[in-house]
């Protein structure tokens, strides 16, 4: 597997040449399937040349340990759904509703939490550290420690 295959298998990749209307995340508390918990991540995007096409990529992490502590033992398993031939708004319309039609199939879940960027990678890196969503375990700080505000990148 090339580091570009292990990467695009591992997550949501952040990049130049990319649009991103913005992220979603689901909590779900411990009941079938998730009978330890889990959680939902999604990433609403599209590529610079191909404006008409939006891709959903999510993934769902069911937690392994009772104490809901995530990361190593966790399973996660990824997912990429694809709408394109309508309007901007209308796609994004019906991709929401995607999400929050996923998120209800789950009886622990609660609603999707979103951060909006509506921009490109920089702008939606500015959005997910501003946002201070604990979820995106990320945050701004300067060299010494302290915080610090992303630069105001260009919206689209």
Not at 34 to 40: C, V
Not at 61 to 87: H, I, Q
Not at 117 to 131: F, I, L, P, Q, T
Request: hydrophobic fraction near 35%; glycine fraction near 8%; include cysteine.
């Amino acid at each position: 597997m090339t580091p570009r295959e292990k990467a695009e298998s591992a997550g949501i990749i952040l990049e130049k040449g990319r649009f991103y209307y913005g992220m979603a995340h689901v909590s779900v508390n411990p009941s079938p399937p998730m009978p330890n918990g889990g959680d939902m991540l999604f990433c609403l995007w599209q590529y610079d040349r191909e404006p008409e096409k939006w891709h959903l990529t999510y993934r769902f992490r069911y937690n392994v340990r009772k104490d809901g502590e995530p990361w190593d033992d966790d399973r996660k398993s990824w997912y990429e759904a694809t709408l394109s031939g309508t309007s901007k708004p209308e796609l994004i319309t019906k991709l929401r509703d995607a999400v929050e039609g996923i998120a209800a199939i789950y009886p622990g879940a609660g609603k999707p939490d979103w951060v909006i960027a509506d921009g490109d990678c920089e702008r939606m890196m500015e959005a997910m550290v501003r946002s201070g969503k604990s979820w995106l375990h990320i945050k701004a700080v300067n060299l010494d420690g302290t915080p610090a505000a992303p630069p105001v990148s260009a919206k689209r």
